[in-house]
């Protein structure tokens, strides 16, 4: 097995087996303004690196024992805010960390980390306006008149307190959580060992349950009474005295939140097999926001030719910039991946081109487009020198990608100090690992059959394919993940013919090569 390369602070522990070269820096061609710029990116994919207590140990294969450990001890570190001021349960790191929790545990199964997203949940309910007394920050009258079930997004002293249709996050974690308690049918009975301190429930399927009632009893009194348009179920604020922006279209990102919710409430329902017809109510509000959406984006083509979206903040608004991009990519992967909105895969596919081949493809002094259109404004449009946490989704499409906005946030030391982006990057590294892909697979045979030899990122002498399980002159095909390129050679020591492959082949006899490897080398596409 390969010892890892370890950076720790100003200590460095080189281990030849792995070290395939130093750090690079990635020229761009800009393509609003035709100057270079660089982002730092590794050239190598199996490095650990070590922030403040967030590990990321490598690229490829599963996430880690060491990888679950720091991202365990990060955040039990870490504790929920009292109240939803300012929004911090929407766009504050308290929502951010809740979700990574939901993501670790989908990709770990440990149920510690999902005992922490559980704390969040908690906190974030037993804040909630209605419930929370006014020593703990609720009962605070909103623009409607009343004491409402949701969470204020405003300053503590401003008179009448707002909130919006932004809620719909707030809600959104605590289903999601929900729907990863649901998916473990032997967690149901067990006790959460936290001592139940809100009264939630003392089991899992309980608290599940309470999460459940909760976020249908907001969208029942906050979402569709005054969000939801009965005309045709678009989401539109309300009339004054709703003070921010009376009658007007949610902005998607916004219109996103409150989907993300539903979808995730839908998918709980039909695991408890109940509710028909509230599945059935939150499915025809998904299904008109997603065709408002989708209908409203423009086509759009990125410098290498790729298809992608050009769409607006809001219907009839500015272009859409990179901040509020984030949350529009979330809301349509999760409409995607639960395949009951007829969201397609080309269309989530050209959104992933538009951040992979427009917005990372431009960068002006290290940061990147600040909007979908590759230019870049001032504010939200500022542009980032970073992957904000939610395009990892993106890279679920874009797998060729994967290695690259990963290592964007590696170079640059991101992760260390941000559990969403280290959850987002090891949450894609397990959903390549499960899936088939990190790894080169070389066959015996055509349509590979046969033995089978294994190879990362590295270069492969005649010994070492055989030490992998391969046979020298013996290979017929060769499966390839995205994002990866593999030349073979004739001889021993990289020598002779040379073949460069970058995508899978069921018979190597296509290029005259059956039965000719004798060495290998595996990189990244650059």
Known sequence: MKKPVIFTGALLLLSSALWYGCQKQASFTETTTGTTGTVATPSFTNKVTGGSSLVIEGLNGDITANETSAFLTYVNALTAPATNDQNTWVFGNPAYQTEACGLMYDATGNTSILNKMIYFCDAALAGRNDLASAANGGQRTLWTGNIEPVWPSSAPTDSPQTAGVEQGQVISHMAFCAKLILQHSALWSTTVPDGDPHGYGATYKARALTYIAQADYVIDNW??????????????????????????????????????????????????ADAPSRITQYDGVVQANVNWFTSNLTANTAPDGASCWNWKYALGGSTEDTNHFAYDAEGLWNAYDSGRYGVTLTQIKNMANTYFDIVLATVTNGIYAGKVDGTTGTGNSGGDDYVRWQYYYLGDIRQDRYFYESNIDIANNKYANSAQITAGILWLKHRRFAAGDGDVYLYQNCNYGGWKATFDVGNFLEADLIAKGGVNDDASSIRIPPGMQVILYTNNSYGGTALTLTADDACLSDHSFNDATSSLKVSLLP
Do not use: E
């Open 223 to 272: 979402i569709t009474p005054h969000f939801v348009r009965t005309s045709d179920k678009k989401l539109y604020f309300p009339p004054a005295p709703n003070p921010y922006k009376p009658g007007d279209p949610a902005p998607w990102n916004q219109m996103f939140m409150v989907t993300n919710a539903m979808i995730r409430l839908v998918q709980c329902h039909l695991i408890l």
